[in-house]
Each structure stands twice: as C-alpha cells, then as structure tokens.
C-alpha cells in the first residue's frame, strides 16, 4: 500500500528564516511526486512535480528535492505571504493511476 | 490557466436530503476526481471518472455516487445526506494516458454542512 507521512505537522518561522519540510513516500514505483499550497477555505495549488531521484525543481523561494524515499521543500527567507498548508502526494506507476496524499505541513511565517 | 469551478463554495442541508455537487473543468481533461478533506484525516478519494459514463470506487465510496454525462462535467450525489458528510469537498481533473503522469488541478472545494 502506497504511504505519504509529512512532517513537521506545523512549522512556525520568522519571516527570513529558511527552513525544509519533509515528505517521506513508500510507494510500488513511483511515476511522479506532487507539492501542491492550500491557502485556508480553497483548493490546493500545484506546485511541483518530480519524476525521478535527484531531480530539483525551484519556483521562487521555493525548491524542491527527491531522493528515493523522500522529498524536501526547502523555504529560503520566506514572507509571512508563504503560510499555508503544504501538501505532497505520490502517484505510482499504472494501473494505479490515484494519488495519495499526505496529511501536509501547517507553515506560519511570522512578520 | 486550468479552471476547475466547483458550483457553491458554502452549502447547508438536512438529514435525508439528496444534494448535488457540481464540478466543472474547461481544460479538456479525462479524468475527474472528487475527494474529502477533513481534519485528522487528509484528502481521501470518493469516486473518479476516466471517461465520461465511466466512474471507479475510491477510497470512501459509500454513501455517495457520481454522474458524468459530458467530459467536462461530474457530479457528486449524496443519496440520503447523514451528519458524518459535513465536510470539505473538493473537485480536481487531470489528463490521462501518456500524460497521466501530469499533476491533477483542484476547485476551490464546497464546504458542506449537513444539519
């Protein structure tokens, strides 16, 4: 059975102070790990996806990372306007086609 | 942009009642997907369609069923509503085959509250 765990369950930075939110998977080969943001009371947003190990993908003050048990989110300097929720899910190879989420990251960045 | 519009951000109903959830994306996507989101509990799938007139069981498929009679729009119904489906419901579609591996777009979610 595919498993996502997330951890910390909340993070609370200063504006400025950089941190990494984990993201450990098991999963019967992977065909792509997503980071999606969930603001309170909508949808959650894609970020990122990553397909294969060692795999880097930047947007802003945001990188993501992928080794073949985990993913980490790093957060460079970020602005009170980052708090949200921070979700990763892993899809495997077909025919299982769903994701499967984690329980996300509650990030407060405090001004 | 990928659009995906959920028909009522906020929905109040009573026990018993049938209530309709509608969803609808203009990105020419195959598959739809409805989940929950509660607290403790993370996102969980109820249904999903690969086609339309086609639907697969999720996770969490009692209680609940699915309509797809256009490719752009699915339907969660709720046959008989009960107190334990107040929730976050949310919408999300995606491409299949050689780009299912593309990520799968979210509504902004109906909150419902069954009373």
């Known amino acids: 059975e595919d498993q996502v765990t997330q951890s910390p369950e909340a993070l609370r930075l200063q504006e400025g102070e950089s941190s990494s939110l984990n993201c450990s998977y098991t999963?019967?080969?992977?065909?792509?790990l997503f980071w999606y943001r969930q603001d309170p009371g909508k949808g959650p947003e894609f970020l990122f996806t990553?397909?294969?190990a060692g795999e880097e993908k930047e947007k802003e003050r945001l990188k993501a990372t992928l080794t073949k048990k985990e993913s980490f989110l790093h957060i460079t300097a970020p602005k009170p306007e980052d708090s949200a929720t921070y979700l990763c899910?892993?899809?495997?190879?077909?025919?299982?086609?769903?994701?499967?989420f984690g329980g996300g990251t509650r990030l407060m960045v405090k001004p | 942009d990928v659009k995906v519009t959920q028909s009522s951000r906020y929905l109040v109903k009573r026990t018993g009642e049938k209530v309709f959830l509608e969803c609808v994306q203009d990105?020419?996507?195959?598959?739809m997907f409805w989940y929950r989101q509660d607290p403790g509990l993370g996102l969980r799938l109820i249904y999903f369609?690969?086609?339309?007139?086609?639907?697969e069981k999720g996770d969490i498929p009692e209680g609940y069923s699915v309509s797809r009679e256009k490719k752009e729009r699915f339907s969660l119904i709720l046959e008989s509503a009960s107190t334990n489906q107040t929730s976050m419901y949310l919408c999300?579609?995606?491409?299949?085959?050689?780009?299912?591996?593309?990520?799968?777009?979210f509504g902004d979610g109906t909150r419902l509250s069954i009373l």
């Open positions: 999300a579609s995606s491409f299949s085959g050689t780009y299912s591996n593309q990520p799968q777009h």
């Open positions: 999963v019967s080969g992977l065909r792509g």
């Open positions: 990553l397909y294969s």
């Open positions: 899910a892993v899809q495997a190879n077909p025919p299982r086609n769903m994701l499967t």
């Open positions: 990105m020419d996507h195959e598959n």
């Open positions: 369609s690969y086609d339309v007139k086609m639907k």
